[in-house]
């Protein structure tokens, strides 16, 4: 068992930034990939960016590059969102989740297999 908690989200005007957090605790998974997704209402959810633990190689959604950046705490089984210059496009719940390397693709949410509760982000123009 796996748990994912995430937090920073809130309301930004569009070009401010946010970072968001991501705590893991309990049996954690030693080769896994952690992932960013978010759903906006009415829309499916759609892969951010992803971090594969062991090496650190990353991956971003086209939409994102540039703009955000995921990275890691190792001793603090934490990864971090860094978001920039954030447009009202970018309003969503953003979830962080959990794979294992093994087990599928980074940008499927499908082969995650811990999920957190979501936080709030709100872009406004």
């Given at each position: 068992?796996?748990?994912?908690?995430?937090?920073?989200?809130?309301?930004v005007?569009a070009?401010g930034s946010?970072?968001?957090?991501?705590?893991?605790?309990?049996?954690?998974?030693?080769?896994?990939?952690?992932?960013w997704?978010?759903?906006?209402?009415?829309?499916?959810r759609e892969f951010?960016?992803?971090?594969?633990?062991?090496?650190?190689?990353?991956?971003?959604?086209?939409s994102?590059?540039?703009?955000f950046?995921?990275?890691r705490?190792?001793?603090?089984?934490?990864?971090?969102?860094?978001?920039?210059?954030l447009?009202?496009?970018?309003?969503?719940?953003?979830?962080?989740?959990?794979k294992?390397?093994?087990?599928?693709?980074y940008?499927s949410?499908?082969?995650?297999d811990y999920?957190?509760?979501?936080?709030?982000?709100?872009?406004?123009?």
């Amino acid at each position: 068992q796996v748990q994912l908690v995430e937090s920073g989200g809130g309301l930004v005007q569009a070009g401010g930034s946010l970072r968001l957090s991501c705590a893991a605790s309990g049996r954690t998974i030693s080769s896994r990939t952690l992932g960013w997704f978010r759903q906006a209402p009415g829309k499916e959810r759609e892969f951010v960016a992803a971090l594969k633990w062991n090496g650190g190689t990353t991956w971003y959604a086209d939409s994102v590059k540039g703009r955000f950046t995921i990275s890691r705490d190792n001793p603090k089984n934490t990864v971090y969102l860094q978001m920039n210059s954030l447009k009202p496009e970018d309003t969503a719940v953003y979830f962080c989740a959990a794979k294992r390397d093994s087990n599928g693709a980074y940008y499927s949410g499908i082969f995650y297999d811990y999920w957190g509760q979501g936080t709030q982000v709100t872009v406004s123009s």
